[in-house]
């Protein structure tokens, strides 16, 4: 048979600017136009009025169920009208990513085309509602099946009725493309009832690492000043967007962490103990646990940030579950060793005593202790181990690594759109 030629790929999400999933989809964007592909982008970006509502509707409905896990959940009951309508265009591929916010209802799964790349920024499209199973509970409805009645939610059974439908309108094709950033989800979604008879790719979010770079001779000193701390001062790292208002990131365990370090240090030692963020909405100097904080607020310039990550000596990823864990590698990138626990997929990313330092998930004893042990290492081993985490972000998550992994993707889903044509 002779292959057809797709001259377009459809990039659809929520947003491209919005959002770590949002940024992680205009990078696969640039990848494309890389790659010698013409791209078209579909978002919400400039949605109107009318979509908004239904996506109040929808969000209303979504409150009528009620259970203990705190991340965002997702009915989707509504399309963006533009997003199905792409789905016509039959010599497009699509590369669809986050779609909730009601971009595309559930209702519409079956109208995707053949051929079509789905990539998971989180587990919400083989769970319920959650976008996120939740941490530590080893039911795993998602791999078993959601029961109409649990104790482990009241109200409407939204995630039972949502992980149906999913179910009734994904696992039987065989024609769709999944793709993961990291092992974690990878494993996950190979054990899911929705997506397990589907080809699963793993593709990471690719790092900028021209931008990301070490920039310590270059403003770092400027910056550190400019927070109020000195040369000599240890200064932690600490960014997330939403800041302390994202369960999973782990702020509240951050902040016993230091509770439990300053504790164990000498006055003169936590003296010298600093902590930069960013990320939240709050600008300006403030305290933790007695420590002298740098809030920058939100950065929207990786130029800017990567200045960031270059001015602290460590960057800590608390984070209870991360898919990918871009805040660590872009810090790697920089040649700034990371703190993180070991789970999820900062595992891909943080190597234990060769990158950073990880503690056992959600000890935050063990947290405490890898902040002292990174503080009070040799200059010279954190910049071997800054300069080995670089080395592994290029090795595995640059652009050209990616892109090449991304080829290999568009093209088995071209085979994929031509057998389904």
């Not at 916010?101 to 990539?119: A, C, E, H, Q, R």
């Not at 094709?173 to 993961?180: E, H, Q, S």
């Not at 002298?292 to 209870?320: K, N, R, T």
């Not at 991360?322 to 190597?351: H, K, M, N, R, Y």
Request: charged fraction near 25%.
């Amino acid at each position: 048979m002779k292959e057809k030629k797709f001259m377009k790929i459809d990039f659809i999400s929520f947003s491209f600017s919005k959002g770590g999933a949002a940024i992680a989809a205009d990078k696969f964007k640039s990848l494309v136009l890389k790659l010698n592909c013409s791209v078209d982008g579909i978002s919400q970006d400039n949605a109107g009025g009318y979509q908004f509502f239904k996506r109040l509707v929808s969000f209303s409905l979504g409150k009528l169920e009620r259970d203990k896990n705190p991340i965002k959940h997702s009915l989707n009951l509504f399309s963006y009208p533009p997003v199905p309508k792409s789905f016509q265009e039959k010599k497009s591929l699509h590369h669809i990513h986050w779609i909730n916010n009601d971009t595309l209802s559930i209702f519409d799964f079956d109208k995707i085309p053949s051929g079509s790349i789905l990539t998971l920024h989180d587990e919400w499209l083989y769970c319920g509602t959650e976008h996120c199973y939740q941490v530590g509970d080893n039911s795993d409805f998602f791999a078993v099946g959601y029961p109409w009645f649990s104790r482990k939610y009241s109200g409407i059974p939204w995630h039972a009725i949502i992980w149906r439908i999913k179910l009734k309108k994904l696992s039987r094709r065989r024609d769709l493309i999944i793709t993961v950033p990291s092992n974690w989800i990878l494993e996950r979604a190979k054990r899911s009832l929705i997506l397990k008879e589907l080809p699963i790719y793993l593709l990471p979010n690719p790092i900028d690492v021209d931008t990301f770079y070490a920039r310590r001779h270059e403003n770092n000193l400027s910056l550190r000043e400019q927070c109020g701390f000195k040369s000599e001062d240890f200064v932690f790292c600490f960014g997330a967007v939403g800041g302390k208002n994202n369960p999973l990131k782990g702020s509240h365990l951050l902040e016993k962490a230091f509770e439990v370090l300053i504790s164990s240090l000498s006055e003169s030692e936590s003296n010298k103990i600093k902590i930069i963020t960013f990320g939240g909405s709050e600008q300006g100097s403030d305290k933790l646990c007695g420590v002298d904080v740098y809030q920058m607020g939100h950065i929207s310039s990786p130029a800017d940030l990567a200045e960031v990550y270059s001015s602290a000596d460590c960057v800590v990823v608390p984070s209870l579950v991360e898919s990918f864990g871009q805040v660590a590698a872009e810090a790697l990138a920089c040649e700034t060793p990371v703190i993180s626990f070991a789970c999820s997929g900062l595992l891909d990313i943080v190597v234990d005593g060769k990158t950073g330092l990880t503690a056992e998930a959600y000890d935050v004893d063990q947290l405490a202790e890898r902040f002292k042990l990174m503080a009070l290492l040799p200059e010279i081993e954190r910049s071997e181990m800054g300069k080995r985490g670089r080395k592994h972000v290029v090795k595995s998550f640059s652009y050209s690594v990616i892109a090449e992994k991304y080829q290999m993707i568009i093209d088995e889903a071209k085979k994929l759109k031509v057998l389904h044509f």
